[in-house]
């Protein structure tokens, strides 16, 4: 089956943050560090894959024309049970993510796979499809986490990495650094691909 | 007045709604590719923001509170916003159509926005009265509205520039969003809140 090609497709080929250019919001406000990032991350992974299996079972039964308002209660319904469990299991986080945690219900990616996923497809690829995206929405705030952390404080998760030889620019963690930092991943992963397609080519012309 | 007048400066410079707290980058990096369109949009987020924040304080106070259950405000805010800037749309059209053919389109945009959810949120967080809440809301729409307009110009000129090939498009975008809020950041400190 193409279920592993729809859970894989969200880490790279369309990666939420860096591909699609969606959520960015979260993708800068909480990524000054990994642990906070990780924490939204696999926060907007569970509301994402519940709201795709709850908007896939009853896609026969929501009439087109109000789909948009349904879509949007039951992520406000499902991100309200999540900040519910935050706050009553993870108090520091839920503290340190504030006002970002209320707003996953905003979150351009959620409502755009429930709308181009969600509702044409069956329940279980709906599911893959929002791990998926989900995990690629992970792995991008983790990388731009790590890069602010280990730049701004020369720590990982907290763990001294850099010797004290390290004078951290505390740009990194503010505000600008965090459209900064993105920028030059953006560009990277460009770099990277097009070396991929270039190799791709190369091979091409040997066969 | 003075309060209040502080409040606006400290909502709309200070603490820039995008370059300092990052919300409503969708729209941030979506919009700004050219003046023009810029700003209608930032009049169509200046009126939407206030008139919503408005709207939710009501509810808040007369509605959610004495219910309580406030735990249920960001399902609330959402549908009361999402239900509110339909009927605008509709009214708009039906009696205004030359201001709906210049900002029509972006008032659906604006429905399920970071920015437009946010400064309720904030308001409620900070427990503002009615007229501090609608202050907060104009003041955040219109540092909105500058930072999304200065940003459209510096992209404009952007377009003109020798960029690196990997950096060009989105990736450039970013980094003058950074240097926008590296200017904003020496407004920092000016009005303690």
């Not at chain 2, 300092?20 to 949009?41: D, E, P, Q």
């Not at chain 2, 500058?146 to 970013?174: C, H, M, T, V, Y």
């Amino acid at each position: 089956m193409n279920l592993w090609k729809e859970f894989t497709k969200g880490l790279l080929d369309e990666n939420p943050i860096f591909r699609l250019a969606l959520s960015l919001c979260p993708a800068l406000a909480v990524t000054s560090n990994v642990y906070n990032a990780l924490g939204m991350g696999f926060t907007v992974m569970f509301v994402i894959t519940c709201n795709n299996m709850s908007v896939s079972i009853f896609r026969n039964v929501i009439h087109p024309k109000v789909r948009v308002p349904v879509y949007i209660i039951s992520i406000a319904t499902i991100v309200t049970v999540a900040m519910l469990v935050l706050e009553a299991f993870f108090p520091v986080l839920f503290k340190e993510l504030g006002i970002y945690l209320s707003l996953v219900v905003v979150f351009a990616i959620i409502l755009a796979r429930a709308e181009v996923f969600a509702a044409k497809n069956k329940v279980i690829p709906s599911m893959i499809d929002g791990l998926g995206m989900g995990l690629g929405f992970v792995f991008a705030m983790a990388v731009i986490g790590g890069v602010r952390e280990l730049i701004g404080n020369g720590s990982l998760l907290g763990y001294q990495i850099l010797g004290s030889w390290y004078h951290p620019p505390l740009i990194a963690v503010l505000a600008p650094g965090g459209f900064i930092v993105i920028g030059f991943i953006i560009g990277v992963l460009n770099l990277i691909e097009k070396r991929k397609q270039q190799r791709l080519e190369q091979k091409g012309g040997q066969a | 007045m003075k309060e209040y007048l502080l409040l606006f400066v400290g909502a709309a410079i200070v603490n820039n709604f995008v370059l300092t707290r990052y919300l409503g980058l969708c729209i941030f990096f979506g919009v700004s590719k050219n003046f023009h369109a810029s700003s209608s949009m930032g009049l169509a987020i200046i009126s939407v923001i206030t008139m919503s924040s408005m709207l939710t304080w009501v509810i808040e106070h007369f509605i959610l509170i004495p219910l309580g259950v406030l735990f249920l405000k960001t399902i609330v805010f959402v549908v009361v916003i999402a239900v509110f800037v339909q009927l605008l749309e509709m009214v708009i059209k039906k009696f205004m159509p030359t201001l709906y053919n210049i900002w029509g389109i972006y008032l659906l945009l604006v429905a399920t926005n970071c920015v437009i959810l946010g400064v309720p949120l904030i308001n409620s967080e900070a427990h503002f009265d009615f007229i501090k809440s609608t202050v907060n809301a104009l003041g955040s729409g219109t540092g909105f509205a500058i930072a999304l307009i200065l940003f459209a110009s510096l992209r404009e000129k952007a377009q003109f520039s020798n960029i690196p090939k990997s950096l060009d498009g989105l990736g450039i975008a970013f980094i003058l969003a950074g240097m926008l809020a590296l200017a904003f950041q020496g407004f920092g400190g000016m009005i303690p809140l």
